[in-house]
């Protein structure tokens, strides 16, 4: 079984315990205004294009089959109604201008790929942990990778915003160790006008995963985004919901950065990137107060 894989990384150790592999999937079904990965929203392969190490040299244009590309007023344009993604263009180019984003690979690939790291993760405790993206949006090639992993004896996190068919949890509780679970925010209709969706399917998946495994294989974490949930009347709306379902393990706090601006502009989404502001280590560390009253353990993932 294949699947659309955009970014594997080796030696993560944020993202569940000990040094992890992490594989980032295609697909979202949310749209984050703040979104860190927007060229993971799209489940098929696309062309990045970077314009300022561009020569003009057309070599990606003569490449083209279907005459997708033309030079512009200094500027490769894709048409991306002709485009197949075939990736003529990214081997046509000599100063690696363009990527093609995600790859079709098969499960057999990824867990050989994720192997060559295992003594690494049996001395640290860690594994592999499945991100995306969302990586339910490929929910059939997501539970074979899971399985497969499992049955050769890796710890299995999976990193999730929590909006995915009720139907599937029995089998992510059989197959995933660790649960990484996005709260965004705690209000519905806010959750809606920043992110595409109500919550109120995310939230409702977080409290039957919770029930089915405790506090040791799930751990929220809540995205600090300026001017959207950093306040502290939503804060304190989420510590107390998490404190009324009993929930008493980590939160996992991480602060919003401004490092995929040029992301936004490669894939040409630059026009929908929103700067959401700063930060402060002083309101970071007001933050990280209120959920410690509430008796939380704060891990700050930057």
């Given amino acids: 079984m294949n699947g659309i894989v955009f970014d594997i990384q080796n030696y993560a150790i944020y993202d569940g315990p000990g040094i992890r592999t992490l594989i980032f999937l295609k697909g979202c079904p949310l749209n984050c205004v703040w979104c860190q990965n927007p060229e993971s929203q799209k489940l098929n392969p696309q062309i990045s294009y970077f314009k300022e190490k561009c020569l003009l040299c057309e070599s990606c244009v003569k490449s083209c089959p279907n005459d997708a590309l033309k030079l512009i007023n200094d500027e490769i344009v894709r048409d991306e109604d002709l485009c197949t993604v075939c990736g003529n263009c990214v081997e046509a180019c000599p100063n690696n201008v363009m990527e093609k984003i995600g790859k079709e690979r098969s499960v057999e690939e990824l867990v050989e790929i994720v192997l060559r790291d295992k003594p690494f993760y049996d001395n640290s405790g860690g594994g592999v942990t499945i991100t995306g993206g969302e990586p339910t949006m490929q929910t059939n090639f997501l539970l074979e990778l899971l399985k497969l992993l ?20 029995e089998n992510l509780v059989e197959n995933v160790d660790l649960f990484l679970f996005d709260i965004k925010h705690i209000n519905s209709n806010i959750h809606k006008d ?9 939230l409702n998946n977080f409290k ?87 008796s939380f353990k704060v891990i700050i993932n930057h």
């Fill in 208 to 294: 039957k995963l919770f029930l089915k495994v405790g506090n040791e294989r799930i751990i929220p974490r809540i995205p600090l985004i300026p001017g959207v949930n950093t306040d502290l009347n939503t804060l304190n709306e989420t510590a107390l919901y998490l404190k009324c379902l009993n929930y008493s393990g980590p939160i996992h706090l991480m602060p919003y950065n401004k490092l995929a601006k040029t992301k936004y502009e490669k894939i040409g989404m630059g026009a929908l990137y929103r700067d959401m502001g700063d930060l402060t280590d002083h309101k970071l560390i007001e933050i990280t107060k209120i959920f410690e009253q509430y």
């Fill in 150 to 169: 499992k049955k050769k004896g890796i710890h299995t996190a999976i990193e999730t915003c929590g909006y995915f068919n009720e139907d599937l949890i």
């Fill in 194 to 202: 920043f992110t595409g969706v109500k919550n109120d399917r995310i």
